[in-house]
């Protein structure tokens, strides 16, 4: 099993910056790819960002390319997303997910973490 814990979120004022952490631990070998799926008040999830392990490659919603930025610290088996101007909608519960599809950005994976809030004030 493959327990994901994220952490970072919290409110900050538009155009700033938050950078969310989500540590993966337990049969972690067995993980090839990891997502950030957003949920926001009154919409369906969304993946905003994915990174494959094996090979680095990384996809990222349209409206999030340039602002967020997805990497992992391999020793640490931490998956991080790096969120820079950010709008209020922005604002959502932000989950990391792990294995789905190995390549492409989208909501449907096996393990889940219990999310974190993200608010953005205007």
């Known amino acids: 099993q493959v327990q994901l814990v994220e952490s970072g979120g919290g409110l900050v004022q538009a155009g700033g910056s938050l950078r969310l952490s989500c540590a993966a631990s337990g049969a972690t070998f067995r993980l090839y790819g990891t997502g950030w799926v957003r949920q926001r008040p009154g919409k369906e999830r969304e993946c905003v960002a994915m990174?494959?392990?094996?090979?680095?490659?990384?996809a990222y919603l349209d409206s999030v390319k340039g602002r967020f930025t997805i990497a992992r610290d391999n020793a640490k088996n931490t998956v991080y997303l790096q969120m820079t101007s950010l709008k209020p909608e922005d604002t959502a519960v932000y989950y990391c997910?792990?294995?789905?599809?190995?390549?492409?950005?989208?909501?449907?994976?096996?393990?889940w973490g219990q999310g974190t809030q993200v608010t953005v004030s205007s």
């Open positions: 997910a792990a294995n789905g599809v190995p390549y492409g950005c989208q909501v449907d994976y096996d393990y």
């Open positions: 990174l494959t392990w094996t090979d680095g490659s990384t």
